[in-house]
Nanobody
């Protein structure tokens, strides 16, 4: 059974950094895409960043230049390095992985940016 485990969320001051990790267990196959969505209170969920198995990346405009997504296929793990965090980055961040035909989800982790 495939499971995703997230870690790395928390409280940080504006301008600070956090690194999220998302590790898949229970599969020896490489996920075609891995990434993160986020949802803030009262707002729609949005795709933050995704990365293909070959390393191609996509970012939402609001995080370009501040967030970096990467992955280690051998460990079935993705990372989201978040720098220069802003209060508007506050949200629940949920990682996912695509292994056709299914999408698997992590449990979600809270990121709060506040002074």
């Amino acid at each position: 059974q495939v499971q995703f485990v997230e870690s790395g969320g928390g409280l940080v001051q504006p301008g600070g950094s956090l690194r999220l990790s998302c590790t898949a267990s229970g599969s020896r196959f490489v996920f075609s895409y891995m990434g993160w969505y986020r949802q803030a209170l009262g707002k729609q969920r949005e795709l933050v960043a995704s990365i293909s198995s070959a390393g191609s990346t996509i970012y939402v405009d609001s995080v370009k230049g501040r967030f970096t997504i990467s992955r280690d296929n051998a460990k079935n793990t993705a990372y989201l390095q978040m720098n220069s965090l802003k209060p508007e980055d506050t949200a629940v961040y949920s990682c996912y992985g695509d292994l056709s035909p299914r999408r698997y989800w992590g449990q979600g982790t809270q990121v709060t940016v506040s002074s």
